[in-house]
């Protein structure tokens, strides 16, 4: 029998012919590989023996999660930042009222949310005291307001009656300087007034100088011995008042309460001197 139709059985025990350089790599990377995960027992078997041509491993997502979390918590720890920073990032409100609250001088607790509240209920007290220093000072404001206005009234009273103070006694001296020149007129003085006062209608002015030039001569302080009859116009005391004017021995005064006299009973010096030519009296 020639050798090379001779054949070693596989489980002899001589020496084994060295493995090629192909199948030892081939064989490495079988032993490196990863299986597939989704493949059978079967087709791992049936890849292992097909050398190269083996199954290519799936990849899982949950492996690439995990990794992925793992390298957030070593960036976490180099940049110093941790659970707390991010939780502090997550809440910038909880920061702020810390913030505030370490400015007004209150001491925060533990909790943001603690710090949060007694914060906000510090400000709400600060608002009340803030309103209540409005109302105050609004009511402040009217109570001056008004002040302010009964001065003023008060001030525009005493201006008013200092007004009236200074006509009155305008009037008084006045009447006193009218008395004193009444006192010196003469009965031409007295004719001249009365003219002026019936605006020169010399008619009218003749009808009374003969009217009351017959009753008192133009005498201002004549007197009828039997009655209250007084004056130019000789007017009884009931009859001085009817006119307005009060009796008196200025004798322009009682010219005008004449003439007031005769106008309403009758109509004019000329109606009044008719009656007293016929009946002797006016």
């Given at each position: ?19 090629s ?43 690439y ?16 930042t941790?659970p ?21 001088g209150?001491?925060?607790?533990a909790?943001a949310?603690a ?8 400000l ?9 220093r409005e ?24 201006e ?5 103070e ?8 006045a ?31 003749s009808c009374?100088?003969?009217l009351w ?5 133009w ?10 009859a007084?004056?130019?116009p ?5 009859t ?6 009060a ?11 004449g003439?007031?006299?005769?106008d ?5 010096p ?5 009656h ?5 009296w006016?």
């Amino acid at each position: 029998m020639s050798a090379r139709h001779t054949a070693r059985p596989a489980d002899h025990d001589g020496p084994q012919p060295a493995p090629s350089a192909d199948a030892t790599t081939e064989t490495a990377e079988l032993a490196t590989a990863e299986p597939a995960t989704d493949a059978t027992p079967e087709e791992t078997v049936a890849a292992v023996a097909r050398g190269r041509h083996r199954l290519v491993p799936a990849r899982r997502p949950a492996m690439y999660l995990a990794a992925a979390a793992v390298g957030a918590v070593l960036v976490n720890v180099l940049l110093g930042t941790g659970p707390a920073a991010e939780a502090e990032s997550a809440d910038p409100a909880a920061q702020q009222a810390v913030s505030v609250a370490d400015q007004l001088g209150i001491t925060a607790p533990a909790d943001a949310t603690a710090a949060a509240t007694e914060l906000s209920g510090h400000l709400q007290e600060l608002a009340a005291s803030r309103a209540q220093r409005e109302d105050s000072e609004a009511a402040a404001a009217q109570t001056q307001a008004a002040a302010d206005q009964a001065a003023a009234e008060a001030q525009a009273a005493a201006e008013a009656q200092a007004a009236a103070e200074a006509a009155a006694a305008a009037q008084a001296q006045a009447a006193a300087a009218a008395e004193a020149a009444a006192e010196n007129a003469t009965t031409q003085d007295f004719h001249d007034y009365a003219l002026a006062q019936l605006g020169g209608d010399e008619r009218e002015f003749s009808c009374l100088e003969n009217l009351w030039g017959r009753e008192s001569g133009w005498n201002p302080t004549a007197q009828n011995p039997t009655s209250t009859a007084y004056g130019i116009p000789q007017f009884l005391d009931s009859t001085w008042a009817g006119t307005g004017i009060a009796k008196t021995s200025n004798g322009f005064r009682q010219i005008d309460a004449g003439l007031i006299y005769l106008d309403e009973r009758y109509g004019s010096p000329c109606g009044g001197w008719a009656h007293s030519e016929a009946t002797g009296w006016y």
